[in-house]
């Protein structure tokens, strides 16, 4: 098994990972990058470390229809990082996933997939006084694509060494929640920002590739047990507009993906909890253009 | 139950609107999309007027230099495949010189190719302007575009021929 090592990250890491076990991989053509973890006033740092198994993963086509099954056959991802809080409105936070595929005809490889850096500012801070005034909060994320990706010869027969989307990513978004004493609801709205990549093919032609403008909204509703833990449902829906080449737009490649999750959490200590989220990816109604996964992750976070 | 003729009415008008409200707003390719069977064609390669092929089943280059006919070997499909490339002039017409220079499968709705790690492309034996691409490898199922670059009588130019993997 191969490790890739990448030196920008190693001196900051330490333990870590994401507020949602997002698999920033499981769809090689691209996805939107990983969100800034949420940190309360008097936190100022916060660990994770998360574990997390992708299977299932089959192609869905322009026109909705699942395709083969496609390589890898699954893949566990560990996710590592660290928030830093700045003040009690400002936190940064560093992400980066390590993951390892699989295939039962190839050797199983392992290496580096995209790491993050998010930032997240608090406009509106939820109060017991001012129950009604949801959390406001603004995030933005910068995923560069370091990773080998499917735009990057050569490529295994069962893209066993791809580890990236091959895309950077800007993600601009808006949170608000409510934490009404025992019902939690939250909405997020991610604006996907494309950066244009120049894919080299086999000739010596280049063509320079733009992903889609997308939107990603996110629901999330649940019900937490004060002192002890919460169980929350997501849904999710991410749309993009179509690709281009050299500015002109591909037809019949616009995205659609329906997700679901739940994600249920458990106090382990004062600030420390552990979890486990399920979820699939384009799990209802009508998906174009992406990959179905399915993911179950274990998670461990500790805020001082 | 018996539904009343206005009743039949709404109902066929409610099934109009409903028709004209789904489908894929993005605009669809121009080019038919070809399929295993199309590219086989019916019995013999040679077609009328002493053409290689027939019109059904040639794919044009973009300056129109050649013509080209694939035929499936085995795909298409998520995994190794195998066809043989028929290189025809503008006319359909066996070209007094070939050569196939690149063939390159591409998924271009997602902006990448297939593994050819392991491709090979060869001249088919007792075949004048026939070639093989042999284990090339397609990634996963959807449309993809097989670019085919080729000189024939002295010309260069580029078929893209788009297929789709079930």
Same mark, same amino acid.
């Given at each position: ?31 939107? =990058? ?110 560069? $694509?370091?990773?080998? $990706? ?151 976070? =500790?805020?001082? | 139950?018996?539904? &009343? ?49 027939? &019109?059904?089943?040639?794919?044009? &280059? ?10 499936? #070997? ?23 010189? &070939? ?56 010309? #260069? ?6 297929? #789709?993997?079930?």
């Amino acid at each position: 098994m191969a490790i890739n090592i990448y030196r920008a990250l190693g001196a900051l890491l330490v333990v870590a990972g994401l507020m949602t076990a997002d698999s920033a991989t499981a769809c090689p053509c691209g996805c939107g =990058a990983v969100n800034a973890q949420v940190m309360y006033p008097g936190e100022n740092w916060r660990f994770a470390l998360t574990v997390s198994h992708d299977s299932g993963f089959a192609p869905v086509s322009a026109d909705g229809r699942l395709g083969s099954e496609s390589s890898p056959t699954s893949r566990q991802t560990l996710t590592l990082g660290i928030a830093r809080s700045f003040s009690d409105s400002l936190s940064a936070t560093i992400s980066l996933p390590m993951e390892i595929n699989h295939h039962p005809d190839a050797a199983s490889h392992g290496g580096f997939s995209d790491p993050s850096l998010s930032l997240r500012y608090s406009l509106l801070q939820q109060t017991i006084a001012e129950p009604l005034l949801p959390g406001l909060q603004l995030f933005a994320t910068l995923k560069p $694509s370091l990773a080998k $990706s499917l735009y990057d010869q050569p490529i295994h027969e069962y893209q066993m060494d791809i580890h990236g989307n091959g895309l950077n990513e800007g993600v601009a978004g808006l949170d608000v929640w409510y934490d009404l004493s025992e019902w939690k609801l939250g909405v997020q709205q991610n604006l996907i920002l494309p950066m244009t990549r120049i894919n080299e093919g086999s000739a010596g032609t280049s063509q320079a590739f733009t992903p889609g403008l997308g939107a990603k909204l996110a629901v999330s509703a649940g019900y937490n047990w004060i002192g002890a833990g919460q169980l929350l449902g997501i849904i999710e829906q991410e749309l993009r507009q179509p690709n281009k080449i050299s500015g002109k737009e591909i037809p019949r490649s616009r995205v659609r993906v329906n997700n679901f999750g739940v994600a249920a959490t458990v106090a382990a200590g004062p600030r420390r909890s552990i979890g486990i989220n399920l979820k699939r990816t384009a799990a209802f109604g009508s998906n174009q253009n992406t990959t179905r996964a399915d993911s179950i992750a274990i998670f461990y976070m =500790a805020a001082i | 139950m018996s539904v &009343s003729k206005f009743g039949w009415q709404w109902l066929c008008l409610f099934g109009a609107l409903l028709t004209l409200g789904c489908g894929e707003k993005d605009s669809q390719p121009t080019q038919p999309i070809a399929t295993p069977a199309d590219q086989q064609g019916t019995g013999s390669d040679v077609a009328e007027d002493g053409a290689l092929f027939s &019109s059904q089943e040639a794919h044009s &280059s973009a300056a129109g230099h050649f013509t080209a006919k694939i035929v499936w #070997e085995d795909g298409p499909k998520v995994g190794y495949c195998s066809l043989k490339v028929i290189l025809a002039d503008g006319e359909r017409k066996a070209p007094t010189t &070939s050569e196939l220079v690149n063939f390159e499968p591409w998924m271009t709705v997602h902006g990448h190719g297939g593994s050819l790690r392991k491709m090979t492309v060869a001249k088919v034996d007792g075949e004048d302007s026939a070639y093989r691409a042999d284990q090339f490898y397609l990634t996963m199922s959807g449309p993809w575009d097989l670019k085919i670059t080729a000189k024939v009588n002295g010309q #260069e130019d580029t078929a893209v021929i788009p297929v #789709e993997v079930p």
